[in-house]
């Protein structure tokens, strides 16, 4: 059997390509998978750790997770198309009608 | 293992189960009716009959639902500032919604939903229902930010909302399952039973876990150094909505953030406590002085919204009982006058088409005298001057923080707020001494019958909470000794 720290370890590189990704992407959509990709790593974490631990529960947060991802792609996506709608482009340096 | 019987609870969700079938009504019946008044009017009955359930809740101690919900005074007490925050919100935003011509059902709907997910996630003590609470919160404040469709402002502070926001939210679940990973549960108590005994990995795991909770949980309730959208969410979404969560979802966040600490990771508080010394000093200071240099009063509020969540963390440093207590009389009396000051805000931006400068503030004592008095109250009650709700607000706070021996953390928190009142002061000199220019028309603001309500409601609680302070302090205190 692969031993759990080898999931944990997979699971924080994808992690960290996701927070990699939302940081340096300057399109939207691909931060907006980037951050899929970092839902997805936690749950590969939680599935790994449900095994290891002989528990039923992480099986159930797993398909709660992938509910959650599946309502914050509808916003983020209808989120996405008022940009596109509003100036042709899904740049994220083209947000900046406001600055600090 | 608990009982089958102890499964499904319905008294105990009753606050939430009112709101979330008033939303759904409000959406069925929105193509049946023209008349534009039916959704506010059903949104405040909801809150009320919710307001209802929670009243007779109180000191009622019961869980349910395998013991993912819980039913305490804490969340209690955290429901009470929801609901006010929700029902004052409801109040102040037909006018200006109306105005702009986007007075739509969905609007209501959308804000009850956000409420309930709020009292799911004070009312929780899972991490994973607390994680479902903060989604179902954050999903319609991210469609209300952005509900003035054709305004590009309004899209882009949605979208800088929702990048942030589920950003942060991955941030949380992942440390939910590195935490599930060190102790074999996502259950407050049991994390704090197991985490004694953990092992040296999963203490690592545990530890990991927390930081990345706190990371999520920051960005959230806005603090220092995840605070940058902040002020650009706040100024693009409609001012009604930067109202209600400047103060709801932070009251949320802290509230969760509290109950996470205290109980789950009560064993490595002393651990993160320098970390939350360093968050609370930061966000404060980065608050107050971003907003002593802002000409827009709406992105002012903003900043000043990261310095009030810089108070909160104060709190949550301390960790003891009068903490906790202080930071729940805090949030109400926030809850009271930052929405008393958005009302105001509302009322100037009606009149003066959608502009938030400080100088639409010129000459309002001249044109109209209660409204620029009722304006110094909320601002007076924001900088934490006697005897308005946020002084004894500050004092709670404090005292308890000097108890809990953070006495460098209380004087540069005092400072701060001495920083404060220089911007505060700002919009009550122009309301008051300066002459509106030429070209100004000299209309008064017109305070619609709504409107005039949640001032009254705001004001009230202001005052209220400022002159007979004990009775909301001993509500408060009773809600920190029923903490499950």
Known sequence: MVPVDYYIILSAFLFVIGVIGVIISRNLIIMFISIEIML?????AIMAFSRHLKLMDGHVFVFLVMTVAAAEA??????????????????????????? | MPQLTAAINLKIIMP??????????????????????????????????????????????????FDMVVCDNFCLFCKLIFLLTCGTAVLVSRDYLARRGIDRPEYYALMLISTAGMMVMVSSSNLMV???????????????????????????SSAKYFFMGAFASAFLLYGIALVYGGTGTTDLRQIFMSSGIALQKSQLYLMIGAAMILIGFAFKIASFPFHMWVPDVYEGAPTPVTAF????????????????FMIGFGTVHAEFAPLFWILAFLTMTVGNLLALMQDNVKRMLAYSSIAHAGYLLIAVTAGIDEAISGALFYLLAYGFFNMGAFAILIIIENKSGGSNHIDTFKGLASRHPWLSVFLALFMFSLAGFPPTAGFFGKFYLFSAAIK?????LVVLA???????VFYYLRP?????FDHPDEDEDIRKPVVGPMVAVALFITISGTLLLGIFPGYILKLATSSVFMIL
């Open chain 1, 40 to 44: 997805n790593a936690a749950n590969l």
């Open chain 2, 428 to 432: 009550i000199k122009a309301a008051f």
């Open chain 2, 16 to 65: 939430e189960l009112m709101l979330l079938v008033a939303a759904f009504i409000i959406l069925l019946a929105a193509p049946l009716t023209r008349k534009r008044i039916i959704s506010p009017a059903l949104s405040l009955i909801a809150v009320m009959v919710s307001l209802y359930f929670v009243i007779v809740s109180w000191n009622q101690q019961e869980t349910g639902y």
């Open chain 2, 130 to 156: 607390i994680f479902l609470g903060l989604e179902i919160m954050s999903m319609p404040l991210y469609v209300l930010a952005g509900f003035m469709r054709s305004n590009l402002k309004s899209i882009e």
């Open chain 2, 414 to 420: 005092v400072m701060n707020s001495l920083i404060s």
């Open chain 1, 74 to 100: 509808a916003v983020g996506l209808a989120i996405i198309i008022a940009i596109f709608r509003g100036r042709e482009s899904v740049d994220a340096d083209a947000l900046n009608l406001m600055k600090w």
């Open chain 2, 404 to 408: 809990a021996g953070l006495v460098w």
């Open chain 2, 245 to 260: 969560f400047s103060i709801a979802p932070k009251a949320a966040g802290v509230a969760a953030l509290l109950r996470i």
